[in-house]
């Protein structure tokens, strides 16, 4: 199934901001089984050029010692024409695709993003004469294959027989970015069933909240605490909330790697390229919202500085890349041409207080030798807080229902 | 060239219950990191170097006492430094435990980094106190980070290899438990061709509230718990060791790092704990081995159980699949680690390992009064 992906404009909910006083919530993790898994950046790019391309290679795990299944969403963020720049004539796709995936007992998979997985049980396994095995072992399902150029995330949501959201928190993922030889590689974001909380089950799904579960006329409202349902509640919690405020320490762009200058392989540069995909998202009506992100970033001087964008649906850019000079290394000299040296920022980002929703982002550095080719180094950022306003996942009803043996 | 402790893969590949929030974070402010992997290798141009990051997340500064543990080993026959046995001349490369502590003061929001090989000298400080304050009058002055590793004539060059450990600390150096601090490990390494970087997240532990006593012991988890527990069971998804990759056609390999939570910095007395691998294929098919840590574990997967890699459980070609799940549990004591994987001989990538539940036994870090 295909869809037009936005992201929900309003939430249009009855959610009071009266803090997270019954939900003791743990946030997200990058190291823990969750119930929701994100891969923030998924990325294929079929170059003529071997040393071009890009490919991801995803790796889901069911932790648990039963069955776990999931649904799973590509959200295609590529431009309408790669091959044009963005603009008005040339938006970003926005679509989205959905499937699902079953895992035995502990069973790792893992798929290759441009190709999917196909469902064959007679895959040959791996073995001393065999190296082509690339599907051996039980197929998780029909894993479809992406369009090229694809540039987006994944969200996997752990699902129940019948196809319904479970607090199962079994799932952990990580995602490999190869480009010609090189590989870097960051943990999925997992986003635990709420401790305590009994997911509904039903098409919305909110982090950092619940829905009313009592009769009345907030019946099924957004909540983050019973006081919020009246008559309606209780309140049961059903995710951990998105966080407040992501934490990335970085080099300022351009600045060089100190190891690489004393190896002999300078001049060297860094940059750091950020991915942000948003907590909030519905698949129903697909309505599009545009996310303020303020970063407020601190030198080794302890010089602070600050910058704003907005991200729509997905973005993927470098940190010099949002106009403001304090984040590169040229930016932090006092003197054209000298710099002082504070290769090393510290930047907070958050959704701006008139945004309502989180979001979740990693980061992945880029190395470059002159005189050498390049490396690139995933990585996930820290975290601090939990938003006291929820953020919501909306499934088409229709998708709620198990289309795997 | 490739560096000798990242032959530990090369080789082979030549060959063919829910956590809770009271166990370690990679992922937040704490107030104890565990950078798990720091190496050094410096043989003239290229080698290998680790860039450590360290952060103040808090608009207050802070002071971090840390120890260098550099467990480079010495020859059984020869007594030189070896990074494994491979650099001995038949001897058994037997790892040495050697701690080096140092100080660091951070000013609000702070970011500071040194390369390993080099450390911080007074000179290389940002905010030196004299010339320069930051904003309140804060600055770094008594900062000094010495250089990681040791000079060795058969290794070539400065070498080491072990972690480092990070805590917060009041300002007559005892334990503060402020969760304050995180921090990156950059693994680079380069030779005539190539460059190689990974980046992973320093292992955290938080303090919890009112609980840090200030005395020279460091309770992890249980009975008169200061800080976060260790957890019970490490989980790593890796590629069996000599699967093919399906986009490069190269070899992958997974280099393990274990450290264990248990130290005991006053008297230098290795912990040694048995560990246990639990391992499963895509075939839901299970596996296991078990091998000793002391005080710090670098091997490739399909060295844990046998000399003959073609034969290791880790081993695609007797795993059977591509991927494979690791849950890695240490009998006598808790550990925490982080894995690096290679695809051929020209990349690598750094990452953190999952944890599941979390130790109900206290593992204590001692250090000096």
Redesign the interface.
């Known amino acids: 199934m295909q869809g037009r992906c936005r992201r929900v404009g309003t939430l249009g909910l009855v959610v009071s901001i009266l803090g997270l006083s019954s939900a003791a919530l743990?946030?997200?993790?990058?190291?823990?089984?969750g119930s929701i898994v994100v891969f923030p950046k998924v990325i294929v790019n079929a170059s003529a050029d071997p040393a071009n391309?890009v490919?991801t290679?995803i790796?889901i795990?069911n932790?648990s010692n039963s069955v776990a299944r999931a649904h799973c969403f590509y959200v295609n963020a590529a431009l309408t024409d790669p091959n044009q720049p963005p603009g008005p004539m040339n938006p970003p796709l926005w679509q989205e695709v959905d499937f699902d995936i079953h895992l035995?007992?502990?069973?790792?998979?893992?798929w290759?993003v441009s190709?999917g997985r196909l469902v064959n049980p007679l895959d040959p396994?791996?073995?001393?004469a065999n190296?082509?095995?690339?599907d051996?072992?039980?197929d998780p399902g029909r894993v479809p294959p992406v369009l090229p150029d694809f540039r987006g995330e994944l969200k996997c949501i752990q699902v129940d027989d019948s196809g319904a959201p479970v607090n199962g928190?079994s799932l952990?993922?990580?995602a490999?970015m190869?480009r010609?030889?090189?590989?870097?590689?960051?943990?999925a974001i997992a986003i635990?069933g709420a401790e305590d909380g009994l997911n509904n089950g039903d098409n919305v799904l909110v982090l950092g909240g619940g829905q009313c579960a009592g009769e009345g006329p907030l019946k099924g409202a957004v909540c983050i605490a019973d006081a919020d349902c009246e008559e309606a509640g209780p309140c049961v919690l059903e995710y951990n909330a998105c966080p407040q405020t992501w934490?990335l320490?970085h080099l300022a762009d351009g600045a060089p790697?100190?190891?690489?200058e004393?190896?002999?392989?300078g001049p060297?540069a860094v940059f750091t390229e950020l991915t942000i995909a948003p907590c909030t998202e519905n698949f129903e009506t697909q309505v599009p919202t545009r996310v303020t992100l303020q970063f407020l970033t601190?030198?080794?001087?302890?010089s602070?500085f600050s910058v704003s964008t907005s991200v729509e649906c997905w973005g993927n850019f470098a940190l010099s890349d949002l106009g403001s000079l304090a984040l590169t290394f040229e930016g932090q000299s006092d003197v054209p041409d000298l710099p002082l040296?504070?290769?090393?920022?510290?930047t907070r980002i958050r959704a701006a207080g008139g945004t309502p929703f989180g979001v979740l982002m990693v980061a992945e550095?880029r190395?470059i030798?002159d005189p050498?080719?390049?490396?690139?180094?995933?990585?996930?950022?820290?975290?601090?807080g939990e938003r006291s306003v929820p953020d919501v996942i909306t499934i088409p009803g229709e998708q709620l229902s198990s289309s795997q043996p | 060239m490739r560096t000798r402790w990242w032959g530990v893969s090369a080789l082979g590949l030549v060959l063919?219950s829910?956590?809770?929030?009271d166990t370690?974070?990679?992922?937040?402010?704490s107030a104890l990191l565990v950078y798990p992997f720091v190496a050094v290798e410096?043989n003239g141009?290229?080698?290998a170097?680790?860039?450590i990051?360290l952060?103040n997340?808090s608009d207050q500064p802070v002071a971090v006492k840390c120890y260098y543990v550099n467990a480079l080993g010495r020859c059984s026959d020869t007594g030189d430094a070896c990074f494994s046995s491979l650099d001995c001349e038949g001897g058994v490369c037997s790892p040495q435990c050697a701690e080096t502590d140092f100080t660091v003061y951070l000013?609000?929001?702070?970011?500071?980094?040194w390369?390993a090989?080099?450390g911080l000298a007074s000179s290389d400080i940002?905010?030196d106190g004299v010339f320069?304050r930051?904003?309140g009058g804060?600055s770094n002055a008594g900062t000094r980070v010495p250089a990681f590793g040791i000079d060795s004539v058969n290794l070539g060059g400065q070498a080491g290899i072990g972690e480092l450990k990070c805590y917060t600390v009041n300002p007559d150096g005892t334990p503060a438990g402020r969760n304050v601090l995180?921090?990156?490990f950059?693994v680079?390494g380069?030779d005539s061709?190539?460059?190689?970087?990974?980046?992973?997240?320093a292992v955290g532990f938080r303090a919890l509230p009112e609980a840090v006593d200030g005395d020279n012991r460091l309770v992890l988890g249980g009975e008169g718990a200061e800080y976060d527990a260790c957890p019970a069971v490490l989980?790593l998804?890796h590629?069996?060791d000599?699967?093919?990759?399906?986009?490069?056609g190269?070899a992958i390999g997974t280099d393990l790092v274990l450290v264990p939570c248990t130290q005991n910095f006053l008297t230098q007395a290795p912990t040694r704990t048995p560990v246990q691998y639990l391992v499963?294929?895509?075939?839901?098919q299970?596996f296991s081995t078990s091998a000793p840590v002391d005080c710090f574990f670098f091997e490739g997967l399909s060295s844990i159980d046998t000399p003959n890699r073609?034969r290791s459980i880790f081993s695609?070609?007797v795993?059977?699949?591509?991927?494979?799940?690791t849950?890695i549990r240490g009998v006598r004591g808790g550990l925490v680690g982080t894995a690096i994987?290679f695809?051929?001989l020209?990349?690598?990538?750094?990452?953190?390992?999952?944890?599941?539940g979390f130790r109900t036994e206290s593992d204590v870090i001692t250090v000096a009064p």
């Open positions: 743990a946030g997200v993790s990058i190291e823990r089984s391309t490919e290679i790796q795990t932790t035995t007992r502990q069973q790792p998979t893992y290759q190709k396994v791996c073995g001393p190296a082509d095995c690339g051996a072992g039980f928190n952990k993922g990580e490999t190869i010609g030889d090189d590989v870097s590689k960051y943990n635990l934490i320490d790697n100190p190891a690489l004393q190896m002999g392989a060297s601190w030198n080794e001087f302890e602070q040296g504070t290769m090393y920022l510290q550095e190395h030798s050498l080719d390049d490396a690139w180094a995933a990585m996930n950022l820290h975290v601090e | 063919a829910i956590g809770h929030a370690i974070v990679s992922d937040q402010p410096r141009l290229g080698g170097d680790t860039i990051e952060s997340t000013t609000p929001f702070q970011p500071i980094a390369l090989s080099k940002p905010l320069r930051g904003i804060s995180k921090g990156h950059s680079v380069s061709a190539r460059i190689q970087v990974g980046k992973a997240s989980v998804d590629f069996f000599g699967a093919t990759d399906p986009v490069s190269n499963f294929n895509e075939f839901e299970r073609v695609a070609a795993a059977g699949t591509m991927t494979g799940q849950r994987e695809h051929g020209g990349s690598l990538a750094a990452f953190n390992l999952h944890v599941a």
